[in-house]
């Protein structure tokens, strides 16, 4: 059994940091796809960032160069470090763990949230 468990979210100014973390426990394995997913009221599920098992990491458009994500294998964390939030970053962020980055659905968290204002 798998589980996810995120950390970090929370209010704070445009223009601010925030950090979010995600914990996993269960048979999540360094081969994972391990990522980071939005969702805002009334818009759909957004990509934000994956970083797949050799460590190569995609960006959605909209936080490149402001987010950066890092994972941990032997620990099993995932993190994303966001900086230059923008009232639009504002949403629940998801962890998920999938077997490969073009996989869908996998493994996901209950969500934080982060809002920014």
């Known amino acids: 059994h798998v589980q996810l468990v995120e950390s970090g979210g929370g209010s704070v100014q445009a223009g601010g940091s925030l950090r979010l973390s995600c914990a996993a426990t269960?048979?999540?394995?360094?081969?994972?796809?391990m990522g980071w997913f939005r969702q805002a009221p009334g818009k759909e599920r957004e990509r934000v960032a994956v970083?797949?098992?050799?460590?190569?990491?995609t960006y959605a458009d909209s936080v490149k160069g402001r987010f950066t994500i890092s994972r941990d294998n032997a620990k099993k964390t995932l993190s994303l470090q966001m900086n230059s939030l923008k009232f639009e970053d504002s949403g629940k962020y998801f962890c998920?763990?999938?077997?490969?980055?073009?996989?869908?659905?996998?493994?996901w968290g209950q969500g934080t949230q982060v809002t920014v204002s």
């Open positions: 998920v763990a999938r077997h490969r980055c073009t996989e869908g659905g996998g493994y």
């Open positions: 970083m797949d098992s050799d460590g190569s990491a």
């Open positions: 269960g048979s999540v394995y360094s081969s994972y796809c």
